[in-house]
């Protein structure tokens, strides 16, 4: 969709910045998940479950390069996002250290 939007200013001669951000996502079979993205790194770590929410997050060099998320709401989809989109610095040690993906996106 903002790809279009893009195109469209284009042509109408605004000159803007198009930032390319992928987001996938589904809704069938009572799953709603997002993904923001890119799902490389050196490290992935999954929180919580498909029964209350769960979040995958990949890193590269300590900073947050794809994102992964099921059953967040419209907030939590907004943190992830951003997070992922300004590849945030995240520390290991404080990955480590959450139990559940709440833990983890207030920490974002």
Do not use: M
Request: charged residues 30%.
């Amino acid at each position: 969709r903002r790809s279009g939007e893009h195109i469209a200013r284009t042509l109408f001669g605004q000159q803007t910045i198009y930032e390319y951000h992928p987001c996938i996502f589904s809704n069938p079979f009572d799953l709603h998940w997002k993904f923001w993205g890119d799902n490389s790194g050196s490290h992935a770590f999954t929180f919580g479950d498909l029964e209350t929410k769960l979040l995958t997050l990949w890193i590269w060099e300590k900073r947050i390069h794809g994102a992964f998320l099921e059953s967040g709401t419209k907030e939590d989809e907004e943190k992830v996002a951003k997070a992922t989109r300004e590849q945030r610095f995240i520390s290991i040690k404080i990955l480590k250290s959450c139990k559940t993906a709440d833990e983890v996106i207030a920490k974002l």
